[in-house]
């Protein structure tokens, strides 16, 4: 199979109330050292000469480098790595720091498709969460870089805030469908350990919306965003005709990726790794030595596992022929009783090529996923 290629930009310049993301704001002393780290490792790489069809440079915030620095890194990419014409090329970037010029200017490098991370387009939500551009600053940079050229342009909402109603939702999703986005990431409020926010709503500084309110949300999202002419071909995703994200979809497809920086992870279909967290640590092993921290063996009995949660995050869901290819016998042989029940409960549904999370099953999408972990 064809490689996606992960590249990891650690640096923010604000750390947001919600983020426990492998990010640091702060810290831009080791930028040069850190791009420098960055093409050393994917120089060193074992698996240079293998074609990529797909490169996503994610962060942190990736717009905070220099287009330089960008240029750098993809050029070690392409020295290293077979990259198919065709490649999809994401960089994910904030408002704050895009611009006409220096989108027109990632074009020139070969980013083909741009992820911005929005959130809101509410200046009270945007400021409660710690971002540090306004509703206006993102519609202007969504502007600016469909006029540079890059019409493949994704972004970034979430519902299920403290202190957001459903009519805030509806009004994010409308302005949405009036900018040129042919892709979007619309995500449910997860609350993560050691953010702020959890911190804040154990004090009781901020209460989470009521669960039907949060579920009342969902149901606004998915049934507007189909209004305005986009499928829902992921749990959180959304894309208008072929805008499926080509990168991310390898990760639900069970298709081998490659990270680069810290705290980056791959997958070559036998292995799962994860690079150090510490930045000067990599800064120091990258290109010298191994900059893995962590790693597992994924036998036969976890592959299976693993493939069927995560093709059922896809509303394709899980193809019994495909299954058969890979693992060499029927998905009933491992599966056939839970997925008998999970239809029963009207969580799942069958399809003409296997079966799928149900419209029902969306909102239960962990109870569905933890049925196939044995």
């Known amino acids: 199979m064809t490689l996606g290629l992960y590249v990891h930009i650690p640096f923010c310049r604000h750390k947001c109330l919600y ?28 698996y240079a000469g293998k074609e990529a069809d797909t490169i996503y440079i994610g962060g942190g915030t990736p717009s905070l480098l220099a287009v330089g620095e960008i240029g750098r890194i993809l050029e070690t990419l392409r020295r290293t790595f077979r990259i198919a014409d065709d490649a999809e090329i994401t960089m994910e970037a904030n408002p704050d720091s895009l611009s006409y010029d220096k989108a027109a200017a990632l074009a020139d490098c070969g980013v083909n498709r741009l992820s911005l991370g929005v959130q809101s387009f509410s200046d009270a939500m945007l400021s409660f969460l710690g971002r540090v551009h306004t509703a206006a600053q993102g519609e202007r940079a969504i502007q600016a870089a469909y006029d540079a050229g890059i019409h493949n342009l994704s972004l970034d909402l979430m519902y299920g805030l403290p202190g957001q109603t459903l009519a805030d939702v509806r009004r994010d999703v409308e302005r949405l469908s009036q900018l040129p986005v042919v892709h979007a990431s619309i995500y449910s409020l997860i609350v993560e350990e050691g953010t702020q926010l959890k911190a804040g709503l154990e004090k009781g500084d901020w209460q989470l919306p009521p669960d039907e309110a949060t579920e009342a949300m969902a149901r606004t999202v998915h049934d507007a965003m189909h209004r305005y002419g ?20 390898k990760y639900w497809t069970y298709e081998p990726y490659l990270g680069f920086g810290v705290s980056a992870h791959s997958f070559d279909g036998k292995m799962r790794w994860a690079n150090v967290a510490n930045i000067p640590a990599y800064i120091q092993k990258a290109g010298k030595g191994s900059v893995v ?41 491992d599966f056939g009783p839970v997925i008998d029940q999970l239809v029963r409960q009207g969580l799942l549904e069958r399809t003409a090529q296997g079966c799928c999370l149900s ?6 999408g962990n109870y569905v996923f933890s049925k196939f972990i044995r």
């Open 230 to 249: 986009f499928h829902h071909y992921e749990i959180s995703s959304y894309a208008k005709g072929p805008f499926e994200s080509r990168h991310n979809s």
């Open 359 to 364: 419209e029902e099953g969306l909102g239960y």
């Open 19 to 46: 983020c426990d993301f492998p990010s640091y704001a702060g810290l831009e002393r080791y930028r040069d050292g850190y791009v420098q780290a960055l093409c050393r490792d994917i120089a060193a790489s074992p």
């Open 293 to 333: 921290a962590e790693s597992v063996a994924i036998d036969a009995e976890r592959a299976v596992e693993d493939y069927c949660f995560l093709a059922l995050r896809r509303r394709a869901g899980i193809d019994y022929g495909d299954y058969a290819r890979r693992f060499g016998k029927a998905i009933e042989d």
